[in-house]
């Protein structure tokens, strides 16, 4: 049994050595992921939000899905209980600022693999785009965790990256490894790991899901233009946190810098790409212009139930 939040609010528990790229990694996922409207009502309509639910939203940033459930259970006449945990202090302060009308000590700063939360607290966990920033061995730490947090049958949906195949898994890992090393974020270039869809299903099963379902196929068609202010993001927190404020020519600096940077990328997926066979970039749907590449990584939203009888 494990303390709740409430009474140890905001634990700071993640190990120093996995703490850093989120705190320097301040993007609008929401842009650089490309989402769609559609994809999120689907997850929305999955979560499927019951009056008297306890919800979390795991490894949640800025609280994005959390602030989606909220505003869409709102107009139906109820709010659920949400909780959000995300080991990144900047982060966790960006969901406060997203979410006022959630009470401070529901927004917890923890590693989601040893989370303050006593055992069969939650009707749901969510983890969109989460697993992925773990290694692969620390990733069934995350599904055990999840695990012991739900209630018997509770649920877990998660939207993440899910390749059907070792090639596009490498092909994507390699181009993700080259953005994070040109924009410094060395704790993600260290840790990451995007798993394919048939090692999502074995963490669920290992961990002890039944009825495990891949729901939903998210569509994702990347381009990499959009990184350009994702490039400069750590020196941007940089120039903030020492001076307080962005003259319009540091801005512009950054900007130069950020394009630079993006157009190493882009020759760097350009060249990748032309060795890569082209039933492999077909499949993933990669194609070219002349200062951008597209590519559409598989992601799913898949969920499983936690046994009622344990
Ligand atoms: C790609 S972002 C996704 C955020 C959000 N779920 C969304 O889709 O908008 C991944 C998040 O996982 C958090 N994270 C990374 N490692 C974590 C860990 N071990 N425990 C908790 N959160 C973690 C990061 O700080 C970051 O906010």
């Known amino acids: 049994m494990k303390p709740d939040a409430e009474s140890i609010p905001n634990k700071i528990n993640a190990p120093k050595q996995i703490r850093g790229g989120f705190d320097d990694r301040v993007v609008d996922f929401h842009l650089i992921h ?9 997850f929305i309509d999955i979560i499927d939000s019951k009056p008297n639910d306890v919800i979390l939203d795991g490894m949640d940033g800025y609280g994005a899905v959390a602030r989606e459930i909220l505003d869409t259970t709102e107009p139906k006449g109820f709010q659920p209980e949400i909780y959000t945990v995300d080991e990144s202090v900047v982060q966790v302060e960006r969901a406060r600022q997203n979410m006022p009308d959630v009470q401070e000590d529901h927004l917890v700063q923890a590693d989601i693999r040893n ?3 006593e055992d069969k607290k939650f009707n749901t966990v969510i983890i969109k785009m989460g697993i992925h920033e773990l290694p692969k061995s620390a990733q069934p730490d995350i599904l ?3 695990s012991r947090v739900l209630k018997p049958g509770g649920k877990f949906v998660t939207w993440e990256l899910s390749f059907p195949d070792e090639a596009s898994q490498v092909i994507f890992q390699d181009i993700i490894r080259k953005k994070d090393e040109l924009a410094g974020f ?6 990451r ?3 394919r869809q048939d090692e999502l299903l074995k963490l669920f099963a290992d961990a002890g899901f039944e009825k495990v379902e891949v729901a939903h196929k998210v569509d994702a068609k990347l381009s990499m233009r959009v990184r350009e202010q994702e490039l400069v993001s750590k020196e941007r927190k940089q120039i903030m946190s020492e001076e307080g404020t962005l003259t319009a020519e540091k801005e512009k600096e950054l900007a130069e810098l950020g394009k630079e940077r993006c157009d190493q990328l882009v020759a760097f997926i350009k060249e990748y790409m ?3 066979p082209e039933s492999i ?11 951008d590449t597209f590519l559409s990584p598989n992601k799913d939203i898949i969920l499983g139930y936690k ?4």
Not at 34 to 42: A, F, G, I, M, P
Not at 186 to 191: D, I, M, T
Not at 307 to 310: A, D, L
Request: net charge negative; glycine share 0%; no cysteine.
């Open 34 to 42: 490309n989402q769609k409207t559609e994809d999120v009502r689907v």
């Open 274 to 276: 032309s060795r890569v």
């Open 115 to 117: 989370m303050p939360f």
């Open 307 to 310: 046994p009622e009888s344990v």
């Open 186 to 191: 060395n704790r993600l270039v260290e840790n």
């Open 144 to 146: 055990k965790e999840v």
């Open 281 to 291: 970039r077909k499949q993933m749907e990669y194609y070219e212009s002349e200062n």
């Open 193 to 195: 790991y995007f798993p």
